[in-house]
Every structure is written in C-alpha cells, then in structure tokens.
C-alpha cells in the first residue's frame, strides 16, 4: 500500500519477495519486531554510555562477484542480500554512524570490520576510522 505498484515492479526481484512476504506478518509479529529492536537499542544505549565505539565485522569472505545470487559463509549457502546484512543489521537498527573498513586477504577470519557508535557521534567514528583505516597515497 505504501510504494505505489509502478515503483513496485520496477524494484529488483529479491526486493519484490520481500514485499511480498511481509504482506503476510500480522500485528502481533510487527509489535514483537519492534518490541526487540527497542530492546537492543535501549541495551546498546547502555553499551555506548561506557564505550564511544564498537568495532565488529562486516563481510567475512571475499566481495562477491556482481550478480551472485547466492554465497557460501561458514559453510552454509545464503543469498547475497542476507550475507552482506548478517555482520551490520546492528548499525541499521541503531541509526547512528558506521565507518567499514576492509582488511584484505592477509587476514583469515574476515575482510572487514565496521566501527558503529551512538547516533550524533559521527565525528568520533570517523575519527577512529580515520586512526584505523590503513594510509592511502
């Protein structure tokens, strides 16, 4: 109801399903949804009443190749959409800033972190990603 259908069709097809599929939640699961993410934004309003940033991964495998529907992380196969959100749906939920990072391949347990601090805190992210980030000429 709420994206008008011209705009609809034109969305990519994973975007469409997602559309669909939420067409089928009923209010109890939304009010569960937004119960939880009030939870954890209120757990990690606490996090960052003690720390300015949280530093975590983003994708722990190589950038796929363009158009990849599909990829395997851990052993199990997921779509692309799903793998590149697993590591960073935090910092969607919270609103506030994020700065990635990639590693490169000398690292074998991932190939990017993400530093993620409170909403209004850009400047000390960025700052830290500035500190962190290797130097480029």
Known sequence: RCVPAVVVE???APARQALSAAKNLDRNRIK???SSASAISDQMCSVFSEVDAVIGLT???YPPVIDTPRIKI???EMPIGMAMMLETCLSNLLGGPAFSIPCGPEHDRFFSIQIIGPKGADHLIFAAGGRIAPKRV
């Open 59 to 61: 994708l722990p495998t």
């Open 32 to 34: 569960e949804a937004r």
């Open 10 to 12: 034109e969305l990519p």
């Open 74 to 76: 851990r052993d199990r």
